[in-house]
């Protein structure tokens, strides 16, 4: 998706009609051509087609802006998520590969965002808005490991945090380094959601799961 404003920059000190979305927007299309980190304040207001005083109406700095944008990401990464797991129906199976095959495409198809999120440095609790959109997420992987272990026999069932992280980990070097949408994609031969899956079922026969649950 392109996030580079198309529309002729307006005159300084323009009055613009929604400023904190503009900013949003004018910030995710300089994320996409230069990097969570490498642009100024002033440069989003002028995307934005704003005067450089113009964004302190609701932004303090720079680095609030990003938190704005990386909790916005992890808004829609939640959505996207919990739409793929879809409460593991029909079956844990299918809804849990669905899950890893949401989580590349998210990171493929949103690259600003994805930057935002986890590349900016932006720390969690730079804002409640930030953490709460960011647990809300991480929450659809904890719910998918609590329904995968709940095959195995109590005694031998890992904590659902450590499996929800390994799995999370897992996702995230995939697309960081084989799902990009850019010229930092490494060559694979096969498809980035392949060799996912496939390290799922490594991963999952390794804790003891049933074939059926495992893959």
């Known amino acids: 998706m392109s996030w580079k404003r198309n529309e002729p920059e307006q005159p300084r000190g323009y009055h613009h009609g929604n400023l904190k979305e503009a900013l949003v927007r004018a910030a995710l299309g300089l994320i996409g051509e230069k990097g969570p980190n490498g642009f100024t304040f002033a440069e989003a207001a002028r995307m934005a087609g704003v005067s450089p005083a113009a964004p302190y109406r609701h932004y303090r700095d720079r680095d609030e802006l990003l938190a704005d944008v990386a909790a916005r990401g992890f808004a829609a990464f939640e959505d996207a998520l919990a739409k793929a797991w879809d409460e593991g129906r029909p079956d844990v199976e299918t809804a849990f590969h669905r899950l890893g095959r949401a989580y590349l495409a998210f990171a493929h198809d949103q690259p600003a965002f994805y930057s935002a999120m986890f590349e900016a440095g932006v720390p969690l609790d730079a804002s409640p808005e ?29 904590p659902a945090l450590m499996m929800a992280l390994h799995i999370w980990a897992m996702s995230h070097g995939v697309a960081a380094l084989f799902g990009r949408a850019d010229g930092g994609r490494r060559p694979l031969p096969m498809s980035a959601s392949d060799l996912l899956e496939a390290g799922m079922l490594i991963y999952l026969k390794g804790l003891g799961l049933p074939p059926d649950k495992a893959g």
């Open 130 to 158: 930030l953490r709460n959109a960011a647990e809300r997420a991480f929450q659809q992987l904890r719910q998918a490991a609590e329904t995968l272990i709940s095959a195995l026999p109590p005694g031998k069932r890992p």
